[in-house]
């Protein structure tokens, strides 16, 4: 386990010091070290380079200088309290914040070793490859057929009917969806249960033949069916797709993802294979979260 950084321990003042009640410990934030993320951050052949990215709101610094691999056709997890900036970071990938006007990216981020943030770059090719999966199930008010037919639509996939036709069989299969809907295709996407219109989403999101899904809490508006199918699901898309998921749930996170990230108070704390970061993680504030001291 990491200890109170060295550069931290000696700016704090002793007199400060002498204040701490016995067997009371500094705040958590003083055992991060801007930057300095223990584990294995980095991947032999990553999807994404991330490195010291920051983003702030207005003047406020919602990230601080994380740097991170997510490697191809891995799923990766990302955990921590509410407000840690998982979900931030998270939106990063495929420039969802760019919709937010006081928000401003920093640091170098890199798919396939171009930069996301080129001024030049198409926003909208890029979530084509990009694809992303919110917390709510939000289907257009459309029938099944068109909600997962509308990207292959705009993008210009498919030239002929037929062509469409298979598309979206392909996508909903992939989704599971495909035996509890081909025989309905037509009737509209909001009369679905919560479960099957997040799978739809998913199915949506896949009709474009992205390279990377990302996953903003999927089931958290689930219930413990649906979110066994959703996670299913993610495991057979894996094998095809990089996918990245924000979950509030540790439990989810040890079922479904190859390695896990956690976050706290915008920064990135430690990066390990899942297996490691919930049986013997490197780092106290880890430790702390998984076993429930705080969050």
């Known amino acids: 386990m990491s200890t109170l950084n060295t550069a931290v321990a000696q700016e704090m003042d002793k007199s400060d010091e002498a204040e701490l009640p016995a067997g009371e410990s500094r705040p958590a934030e003083t055992v991060i070290e801007e930057g300095a993320t223990v584990g294995a951050p980095y991947a032999d052949d990553p999807k994404f380079k991330l490195r010291d990215v920051e983003v702030f709101y207005g003047e406020d610094r919602a990230i601080k200088n994380i740097s991170l691999d997510i490697a191809r056709n891995e799923v990766i997890a990302f955990i921590g309290p ?32 171009q930069d996301l943030y080129d001024p030049k770059r198409d926003v909208v090719e890029l979530r084509a490859r990009v694809g992303m999966v919110f917390q709510k199930p939000n289907p257009f008010p459309k029938s099944i057929y068109d909600n997962v037919a509308y990207g292959p639509r705009i993008h210009g996939l498919a030239n002929r009917k037929s062509d469409l036709d298979d598309i979206v069989e392909s996508s909903l299969r992939k989704a599971g969806l495909w035996e509890e809907v081909k025989d309905r295709l037509d009737a509209t996407a909001t009369g679905m249960s919560g479960g099957q219109q997040q799978r739809l989403c998913i199915a949506r999101a896949i009709a474009v033949s992205p390279e990377v899904v990302l996953m903003d809490e999927p089931c958290s508006a ?18 095809s797709y990089t996918i990245v998921i924000v979950t509030h749930s540790m439990q989810q996170a040890a079922r479904v993802s190859h390695r896990t990230a956690y976050f706290h108070l915008g920064h990135l704390v430690e990066v390990n294979d899942t297996n490691k970061v919930f049986t013997s993680p490197e780092h106290e504030l880890t430790e702390s979260y998984i076993t429930g001291r705080f969050g």
């Open 222 to 239: 689930l219930d413990p069916i649906a979110t066994a199918k959703v996670e299913e699901l993610i495991a057979e898309l894996s094998e």
């Open 82 to 113: 509410s407000g840690c900036g998982k979900s931030t970071f998270l939106r990063c990938l495929n420039r969802m914040n760019d919709s937010i006007d006081i928000c401003r990216v920093k640091g170098s981020l890199q798919l396939d070793d």
